[in-house]
């Protein structure tokens, strides 16, 4: 029987990356790194990833969504699935829009290309720091057993040369730049200090056909979010 394999999940932020530096100090089995990248991710992430991997010397396994993440957005054929219902099963609209705290497709996509990865008994490491809730079963937390809080996670990338192209001067938390689950305040922040990904998502929703699929947060298209931040900078 083969061992074990220790994979090590990777998003690339402060935390999983301060917990893969410190494993590798410590000479912890880490088998594979890896690294899931949706499309939407800050160019300056992808650069952080290209370094991260030169520093340790070792490959990261890029995994990548079945179908891209702008062609769910607002291309996907979507069908209606209630048995009984006369539309069952046909194409009613096009793209799923933008993902919500109700429909978190793109979360789904993430975890079922991770788990299509992984080997079935895989121990996974995963970078939940001391104070920040695990959000899911399994797999090891090593941060929460250091006791590393997300700003030791942050000095100590730091400490190694890692500044993450200043995404951390304007976010306290960096997921990909399109997720709809961020606060107001890091809409404007991204509006104002990345002018060209904000025109880029403005160009995606223009794409969206559904109403439905056009709310963006909390009741609000990205559209009506950008008129207000232009009424008050």
Request: proline share 5%; glycine share 8%.
């Amino acid at each position: 029987m083969s061992a074990r394999k220790y994979i090590l999940s990777l998003s690339g932020g402060k935390d999983s990356t301060a917990m893969l530096l410190r494993l590798l100090e410590l000479g912890a089995p880490v088998d594979e790194i890896v690294y899931f990248d949706s499309g939407w991710e800050f160019p300056a992430m992808s650069k952080h990833i290209d370094t991260l991997e030169q520093y340790i010397g070792r490959k990261i396994t890029r995994l990548h969504p079945r179908e891209s993440f702008d062609y769910v957005l607002s291309s996907k054929p979507v069908t209606r699935r209630k048995k009984g219902d006369p539309m069952h099963g046909k194409v009613y609209r096009h793209g799923h829009g933008w993902p919500s705290m109700c429909r978190r497709w793109c979360t789904s996509s993430k975890c079922a290309t991770i788990a299509r990865h992984l080997p079935a008994d895989a121990v996974t490491y995963i970078g939940f720091a001391a104070d920040e809730q695990a959000r899911s079963k399994g797999g090891l937390y090593p941060l929460q057993g250091w006791g590393w809080t997300e700003q030791k996670c942050l000095d100590f990338c730091r400490d190694k040369g890692f500044f993450f192209s200043g995404l951390y001067d304007h976010f306290s938390r960096v997921s990909c730049y399109r997720c709809p689950l961020k606060s107001l305040a890091d809409f404007r922040t991204l509006r104002n200090f990345y002018p060209g990904l904000w025109q880029s998502m403005l160009s995606a929703a223009n794409r969206i056909v559904s109403q439905q699929g056009r709310v963006f947060w909390h009741g609000k298209t990205l559209a009506e979010l950008d008129a207000i931040f232009s009424s008050s900078p």
